[in-house]
């Protein structure tokens, strides 16, 4: 079946998780995803706790081409192969690309068509354009970290990389919009985008109160001040299990019949949202007293079928047996030769009626080096021997 990005050919010169993220989504999407890797090592993610599973999860529905970029061999092949291909995507330090002589302004004259995309942790240009950046050095950097926590701890972490695989799903809306641009224009561009202002992006509501009030006080799990809008405690009490009920003014009185309290509905300590987060400790109180005698999918389904918005703070163990992301196909099951027992990761989280995503297992260290070099330069597996024994692939 023809899928929405057949044709196209993606170099994916990245490493750790940003770029790799955001290749492997375009793989998904049917692209032709080449991830290019040193042949001593590979994408160090490889080598990170000796079982690879940090390079596994990102890097499904490629082929792998080993080449040195060290040797004039490796970059004359690299020239060929982005001479028909249609995105480069790199995430190496700053000015490395341009120190090989494998810059944008080189590349571009090779192939006109070129979509050029640059991950950097603060861009290419500008007073920090030098720095490094890892992903809670974006998250600190962007505004993430500032938000996040409770009014009285530290700035906190933010484990859902919104650094690394938020960056790499910015990217890969840029590089589609490069595409269709292509079309009209016939010209590839350089695009890029900057951990940071990715992170940025993402807390833009943050950034709406402090227009409003100033630097915004960390609240911790608490929504704004509705209330209920928090995490409530469930049974039996283990370190994950509560529930997150947002009830917005308007669901006051389904949320009071949910809980078998119609009483409270009209209890004028409660009455108003005003009232309610006035007086929100006590009942924060009543609700965790009566969440406490339930489990918390037991909790979510009273809320659901009340339409209060409610949800089970899953840990990973559930997410991964969770039956309705099993049955949208979000959890897909991976063979891979150096993991017999294979593993778990995610699939593709667009549904495209017409273009629905298959995943292949992500591709050994070189493992298409010599069927790649054959079929798309014509190289023959005698010349790529030779190229192996000079240390160029």
Request: some cysteine; overall charge neutral; charged content about 20%.
């Amino acid at each position: 079946m023809q899928k929405a990005l057949s044709g196209i050919r993606v170099i994916d010169m990245t490493h750790n998780q940003a770029g790799p993220a955001c290749a492997q989504i375009m793989g998904f999407l049917g692209a032709d995803v080449i991830k290019l890797e040193e042949p001593k090592g590979g994408d160090v993610a490889r080598a990170q706790n000796n079982d690879e599973l940090f390079f596994l999860v990102f890097n499904a529905n490629k082929r792998s081409l080993t080449l040195n970029l060290k040797t004039e061999e490796g970059k004359d092949l690299f020239r060929k192969l982005i001479a028909q291909s249609d995105v480069l995507i790199e995430n190496f330090g700053p000015g490395a690309l341009d120190r090989m002589g494998l810059g944008w302004k080189v590349l571009e004259k090779i192939n006109p068509k070129l979509i050029y995309a640059t991950i950097k942790g603060f861009g290419t240009y500008g007073p920090n354009a030098h720095f490094k950046a890892y992903e809670p050095i974006a998250q600190a950097m962007g505004g993430g970290m500032c938000v996040t926590g409770f009014a009285d701890g530290p700035p906190t972490y933010n484990w859902p990389a919104i650094g690394d695989s938020g960056t790499g799903m910015h990217m890969a809306i840029a590089i589609l919009a490069a595409i269709n641009q292509r079309h009209a224009t016939g010209k590839g561009q350089h695009v890029e985008v900057a951990m940071q202002e990715a992170v940025l992006n993402l807390i833009r509501i943050s950034l709406r109160e402090h227009q409003r009030t100033g630097v915004p006080v960390r609240t911790g799990n608490q929504l704004g001040k509705n209330v209920p809008g928090t995490t409530y405690k469930c049974a039996p009490g283990g370190p994950n299990d509560y529930v997150y009920i947002y009830a917005q003014p308007q669901m006051w009185g389904a949320f009071c019949k949910a809980m078998e309290r119609p009483d409270l509905e009209s209890n004028p300590l409660f009455k108003t949202n005003p009232d309610r987060w006035q007086n929100r400790a006590a009942l924060d109180a009543l609700i965790t007293e009566w969440a406490m005698q339930r489990t918390k999918h037991e909790v979510m389904k009273v809320m659901a079928d009340a339409g209060v918005p409610c949800g089970a703070c899953q840990d990973t163990a559930e997410v991964l047996a969770d039956p309705h992301l099993i049955e949208r196909g979000m959890i897909v099951e991976m063979a891979y030769p150096k993991r017999p027992q294979g593993f778990k990761t995610v699939g593709l989280p667009m549904i495209l009626s017409d273009s629905p995503a298959e995943y292949t297992r992500p591709p050994l260290l070189g493992e298409h080096t010599e069927s790649l070099l054959g079929e798309l330069l014509g190289v023959s597996a005698e010349d790529v021997r030779k190229l192996k024994e000079k240390g160029a692939v």
